[in-house]
Each structure stands twice: as structure tokens, then as C-alpha cells.
């Protein structure tokens, strides 16, 4: 069968094209992709070409799908699998194979297993893993965006704190402490907050710091203060951009002790050393933002770290555990993927929006594969009314749904764009 799918052929070389799938195997599955969303590192993996990790070094003559955020139903189910998948399952996949040791994985490294497909043929790697997830939500934007939310999840969880006089380090936050999330008013920092406010182990304080105002009073009408005091959580939301001295401001938020977990979500150094000098004792600083460059680097305090102890780690991904925990609290309603969105578009926008991805301001953009759609904000949909009705009838949807993207939106859109 044809499908339509953006290609990798080299660096900053992606193509929109039409070409066949080959017959699955017995071992393999055959999926629509409904929704992808796009991620930095998508485009990390476009200006690097076969230099970066994860493309095989013959990409020029063996293109490959991107996308790796990508969630849809299964259309056709090979022999060996019949008695464990179904055709009509509705799936997310963790992306991280790591398969045997191997780098690759799908966005990256597969000719016919990607997000930016219309279909795509599930290797059998991935159900030999246990990485292809049943969803049984409703709308598959949540599902693809339980990937980057179980990169967020699985930061909570790598935290780790000790005892005195043992070995034992104990993983998570601390539950009823305070927590700081720096640079974290953009989309991977909503995730954040609404994990945060809304998982089973949360603070009793949290505090999100930013240097964009328009960003943070977003988050602000997103988040409540009132909301997350029926969590049991103090919220602030802080404006470092003119503080003198920011790490004093903030630990005066917390009584002068400091905090026991701080999430930096930007790889920029005055954040790095903001987080840690406002470490508690025992207090964990996990660097979450992914620098491009090699040699990033700050100045911490040893000597905080030898006697207070406080701990430096980073982590960049979740597992498929952590997958399972954003699809379920999804499902259920306990958090919202779509404060992560800002944009949507149609398949044929997505290769420019990788290319540009780092200019184009806003959180998630959101790629629906089986129509055709510019890229649009969702705050400009009213403003698009005029051109064409879908935009109308999508802004009247939003704006019942505080301005968010939502099941409505997205069926709505499936069923009057091709």
C-alpha cells in the first residue's frame, strides 16, 4: 500500500513524499498514525543528518521516517500477534528501544516506522520489548504527547534523596517538600506543573521561574494558585528577569532553607547555578534541559556537595513505565497534555515546521498525518475565520475549552479536513 510520510535523505534535507510500504511480516504490525507531535529533537536529528547517533550512516540512499511522538490504531496485525494485538487497538509507543544495545529508534533510524507517516509498519523489536502501549483514551494528541510527558514523569521519579549513616538513596521527590522548576514556563514546564499538582507524591510548595511574562501568566490562568491549593500545593510563579539576586528571592519563598528538588528546564548556565545554590540539605538538582552544545558547562559548589550533601543529576527520558503512568492519568483525567500545545497542522506542514522548529515561538506543535493543513496557532484561529469556516468553528471549540486544544477540537478537525 502507498503512504505519505516526511523523510530523512540527509542534514536539513526532509522530504514530503508518496511512496509503497512492503508487506508486513509475521512478526510485525501495520498502524495508521493519527497525530504526532513535533520535538526538538527531531530537529537536533535534521541538522546532524547521518552525524547524529540515531540515523544510520546510509540515510541518503535508505531515508528514513520522522517523528517519534506519534500515536494511532492498529490496521493490520501479523500471524504471530494476533493473539496479543488487535486491529482497531488504539496504541502510543515508547520510543527509547534501545534495542540489544542499538541506538536506533523509530523518527531516527527505521525507512517504514515513524510519526510523520500516514502508516507505518511496528517492528517486531517493539512488541518483543513490550514499548507498543494499548491507550484507551479518547483523544490521540494525549497519546502522543505521552511521550514527552513521560520524559517529565520520569525526571520526578530519577530524583533521589539519602539517609545519614546508610547507603539507601531514595527516588522521587520529596513528598510534602518544596520543589523549584526553573526556565519552566514553556511546554515541557506546563507538563511539569501539571504532574506536579497532580500525581500521587507532590510538594507542599512549588515554585516556577521564567524570564518571558507573557509565558508565565499563561501558565498562570493554566494553573491556578486556588486549583493547586485543593492539591495542597502553594504555587508561585516568578519573574526572575530583574530580581537582583535570584537565588535569595527564592529561598525567602521557602523560609531561607531551600528546596529538596529543583528541575532545570533550559540548558542556560545562570539557571544550572540559580538551582544549585538554592539546594537545600539533601537537596536534589536534576538538569533536564538538553544542550546542542558539548561543551555546556557551570559552576556548582563542591563544598556544598561534600558536607550539606546535595546531588547533581541529569536525566533525558522515560521508560515504558512511565509511559503507561501519563496514557492512565491522561485516560483518567488527571492531567492535560494540551497546555503543551500552541499549534497544529496537517502533514504537509511538518517539514518545515521541524526545519524551523527553533523559531517558531509557542509550545507543542501538533501534526495530524492524514490531512492537509498550514500550521497554524491555536490563538490565531479566530483571526483565520474569515478564510476559511473550519478555523471558525475550531475557535468557538477553544474558546469553550479555556483555549486549549481538546477531544472536541481534534474530532471535529478529523472529520472536516482532508
Known sequence: MKTRAVRLYGENDLRLEEFELPEINDDEILAKIISNSICMSTYKAVIQGARHKRVPDDVAENPTLTGHEFAGEIVEVGEELKDEFEVGQKFAVQPALNYKGSPYAPGYS?????????????????????YLLK??????????LSEPMSCII??????????????????GIVEGGKTALLGAAGPMGLGAIDYALHADRKPSVLVVTDIDQERLDRAAVLFTQEEAKKQGVELHFVNTADLDDVPKELKEIVG?????????????????????????RDGCMNFFAGPTDKGFSAEVNFYKIHYSPTHIMGSTGGNDDDMRESLKMSAEGKINPATM????????SAADTILNLPNIPGGKKLVYTGIDMELTAID?????????????????????NNGLWSEEAEKYLLNNCK
Do not use: C, W
Not at 525507512?111 to 509498519?121: D, K, R
Not at 520520569?154 to 538513596?169: D, L, P
Open 341 to 348: 500545545i500552541t499549534h497544529v497542522g496537517g502533514l504537509d
Open 256 to 280: 531561607g532553607s531551600g528546596y529538596d528538588d529543583v528541575f532545570v528546564y533550559a540548558p542556560v548556565r545562570e539557571l544550572v547555578e540559580q538551582g544549585d545554590q538554592i539546594l537545600g
Open 380 to 400: 490565531d484561529f479566530k483571526n483565520k475565520a474569515d478564510q476559511n469556516p473550519i478555523f471558525a468553528d475550531l475557535a468557538a471549540i477553544i474558546e469553550k
Open 154 to 171: 520520569g525526571g520526578y521519579h530519577a530524583v533521589y534523596h539519602t539517609e545519614s549513616n546508610n547507603y539507601i538513596h531514595k527516588m
Open 110 to 130: 527505521y525507512p517504514y516506522f515513524g510519526g510523520n507517516s500516514e502508516y507505518a509498519i511496528i517492528p517486531k523489536e517493539v512488541m518483543e520489548l513490550g
Open 135 to 144: 491507550y484507551e483514551g479518547e483523544a490521540f494528541y494525549e497519546a502522543s
